[in-house]
């Protein structure tokens, strides 16, 4: 699974996807002069005004083969699922995001680092049922001095619709050869559901893995539930069963978790109760901790990567530097993380003193929710920030992408590499405007990346 090539012998981050017929998608073209594969990512992303492929044919080819899935009702409350136009992202910058994933890895396999990691960790990040917790999201800004990174996360959203908005995706520009794709589209398909195969082997070895369930309170009224559905499609066209629920439907019998008659084998958990600490999540924890049900990704996961407190580690040269990991990873490592740090009662005064430079993040916090831009912060919200542990990093301005060519149609960009083992498996983009990344913003949403063949 690891390092797999696609059939014309690219590697994962080279991969290029077979354009699309005209009846797949209809693109339009790039008046432009600079949208060319000789222009800089630069210019590419301030004035080539492509769009990836006309909305209307898109909606029509999902609908086509996914069904209901990719309904007209699906898209009618997520209209901005899918961004209008392409982000551009340099070979060397892709290149530099994939040697971040593997030095983190490498950072995080360290005793140093996870006995640092597990005292501001739940108790139950310490059980260690085996597997390695699933696919992870790591998010950057580019910058003119490198990609920086942002924070990561377990069970990130976005990668099984990247995947398949690949397949659907069409290069725009007047030479449209001279693009390539990062990874999407069939191959990437596959990768995705290899990580769950991947997974429930570590644990169940040769075990036949038979019925997964997606699992997410409330799940139709989550954005990303068409990904949900998307996900169990998938593991049904790979022979197994996959049930799409709320963790209240499930019940313990017999040792066993069951949806109605089904026996659950394993559990693609999209909860953000990450140390499963609810009563209404009680019945997985136990299974969980009895090890009668493989759960990925799974608290010790998030406490090893996403907990937002790790990246004060990671940013802190002596720390690194006593880690035991190899000077290579700590070099690539401490380039790219932005100074951060916890804030504390004794360090609180000098914070507020320079909130404009700062972004504010609760440590277990996700999807951008109860985070604050210091120089939108008010004294109010402030004082609640005191409440529950946060961390405050250094402000990294995103990167932009215009998408026409009034200042009104310049997004914001935030690349998220998906990744698992420490190598990369997808890499897409979000756009958006305002102060975090949405879903809402006209033309913004999920972007394919372009890149430059090498």
Same mark, same amino acid.
């Given at each position: 699974?690891?390092?797999?090539?696609?059939?014309?012998?690219?590697?994962?981050?080279?991969?290029?996807?077979?354009?699309?017929?005209?009846?797949?998608?209809?693109?339009?073209?790039?008046?432009?002069?600079?949208?060319?594969?000789?222009?800089?990512? +630069? =210019?590419?992303? *301030?004035?080539?005004?492509?769009?990836?492929?006309?909305?209307?044919?898109?909606?029509?080819s999902l609908h086509g083969e996914?069904?209901?899935?990719?309904?007209?009702?699906?898209?009618?409350?997520?209209?901005?699922?899918?961004?209008?136009?392409?982000?551009?992202?340099?070979?060397?910058?892709?290149?530099?995001?994939?040697?971040?994933?593997?030095?983190?890895?490498?950072?995080?396999?360290?005793?140093? $680092?996870?006995?640092?990691?597990?005292?501001?960790?739940?108790?139950?990040?310490r059980f260690d049922p085996g597997?390695?917790?699933?696919?992870?999201?790591?998010?950057?800004?580019?910058?003119?001095?490198?990609?920086?990174?942002?924070?990561?996360?377990?069970?990130?959203?976005?990668?099984?619709?990247?995947?398949?908005?690949?397949? $659907?995706?069409?290069?725009?520009?007047?030479?449209?050869?001279?693009?390539?794709? /990062?990874?999407?589209?069939?191959?990437?398909?596959?990768?995705? @559901?290899?990580?769950?195969?991947?997974?429930?082997?570590?644990?169940?070895?040769?075990?036949?893995?038979?019925? @997964?369930?997606?699992?997410?309170?409330?799940?139709?009224?989550?954005?990303?539930?068409?990904?949900?559905?998307?996900?169990?499609?998938?593991?049904?066209?790979?022979?197994?069963?996959?049930?799409?629920?709320?963790?209240?439907?499930?019940?313990?019998?017999?040792?066993?978790?069951?949806?109605?008659?089904?026996?659950?084998?394993?559990?693609?958990?999209?909860?953000? +109760?990450?140390?499963?600490?609810?009563?209404?999540?009680?019945?997985?924890?136990?299974?969980?901790?009895?090890?009668?049900?493989?759960?990925?990704?799974?608290?010790?996961?998030?406490?090893?990567?996403?907990?937002?407190?790790?990246?004060?580690?990671?940013?802190?040269?002596?720390?690194?530097?006593?880690?035991?990991?190899?000077?290579?990873?700590?070099?690539?490592?401490?380039?790219?993380?932005?100074?951060?740090?916890?804030?504390?009662?004794?360090?609180?005064?000098?914070?507020?003193?320079?909130?404009?430079?700062? $972004?504010?993040?609760?440590?277990?916090?996700?999807?951008?929710?109860?985070?604050?831009?210091?120089?939108?912060?008010?004294?109010?919200?402030?004082?609640?920030?005191?409440?529950?542990?946060?961390?405050?990093?250094?402000?990294?301005?995103?990167?932009?992408?215009?998408?026409?060519?009034?200042?009104? *149609?310049?997004?914001?960009? +935030?690349?998220?590499?998906?990744?698992?083992?420490?190598?990369?498996?997808?890499? =897409? /983009?979000?756009?958006?405007?305002?102060?975090?990344?949405?879903?809402?913003?006209?033309?913004?949403?999920?972007?394919?990346?372009?890149?430059?063949?090498?």
């Amino acid at each position: 699974m690891n390092g797999e090539r696609d059939a014309s012998g690219s590697s994962p981050m080279l991969g290029r996807e077979t354009p699309l017929t005209a009846q797949q998608g209809a693109a339009k073209s790039c008046t432009s002069s600079d949208c060319s594969p000789e222009s800089s990512v +630069d =210019a590419l992303n *301030q004035t080539c005004f492509c769009v990836t492929i006309d909305e209307s044919d898109l909606r029509k080819s999902l609908h086509g083969e996914f069904s209901d899935i990719f309904s007209p009702a699906m898209w009618s409350r997520h209209e901005h699922l899918f961004a209008t136009s392409p982000v551009f992202v340099d070979q060397s910058t892709l290149q530099t995001m994939a040697s971040v994933v593997a030095s983190i890895e490498e950072v995080v396999r360290t005793r140093a $680092f996870q006995d640092a990691v597990m005292a501001w960790a739940p108790e139950i990040a310490r059980f260690d049922p085996g597997p390695l917790g699933g696919l992870l999201g790591y998010d950057f800004h580019l910058t003119a001095s490198g990609p920086r990174l942002i924070e990561i996360n377990t069970n990130p959203g976005g990668a099984f619709l990247n995947a398949v908005l690949g397949r $659907f995706q069409r290069q725009c520009c007047k030479d449209e050869e001279g693009f390539a794709t /990062a990874p999407v589209g069939v191959v990437a398909e596959r990768w995705l @559901v290899e990580v769950f195969i991947g997974e429930w082997r570590m644990q169940r070895g040769d075990t036949p893995l038979r019925v @997964v369930a997606i699992v997410d309170d409330a799940p139709p009224e989550q954005y990303l539930y068409p990904e949900f559905l998307l996900v169990g499609e998938l593991l049904r066209r790979r022979g197994m069963d996959a049930i799409v629920c709320d963790p209240r439907d499930l019940v313990a019998r017999g040792g066993r978790l069951y949806h109605g008659d089904a026996p659950i084998d394993l559990i693609y958990n999209r909860l953000t +109760d990450f140390s499963l600490a609810s009563p209404e999540h009680a019945a997985i924890k136990a299974a969980y901790v009895a090890g009668t049900v493989v759960l990925t990704p799974h608290p010790r996961a998030h406490a090893l990567y996403a907990d937002k407190r790790n990246l004060t580690l990671l940013c802190d040269p002596a720390f690194l530097a006593r880690s035991g990991a190899s000077d290579g990873a700590v070099a690539v490592v401490q380039q790219a993380v932005p100074e951060t740090q916890v804030v504390t009662a004794e360090n609180r005064q000098r914070l507020w003193s320079r909130r404009r430079d700062l $972004f504010f993040k609760p440590a277990t916090g996700y999807g951008s929710r109860a985070a604050y831009r210091g120089d939108k912060l008010t004294k109010r919200v402030w004082d609640q920030i005191s409440l529950s542990p946060y961390v405050a990093q250094n402000v990294i301005v995103p990167s932009q992408r215009r998408i026409g060519p009034s200042s009104e *149609q310049a997004h914001k960009v +935030d690349v998220r590499v998906y990744a698992y083992a420490g190598e990369v498996k997808l890499v =897409a /983009a979000r756009m958006y405007r305002g102060q975090t990344t949405n879903m809402r913003t006209p033309g913004g949403g999920f972007s394919p990346v372009l890149t430059f063949p090498q």
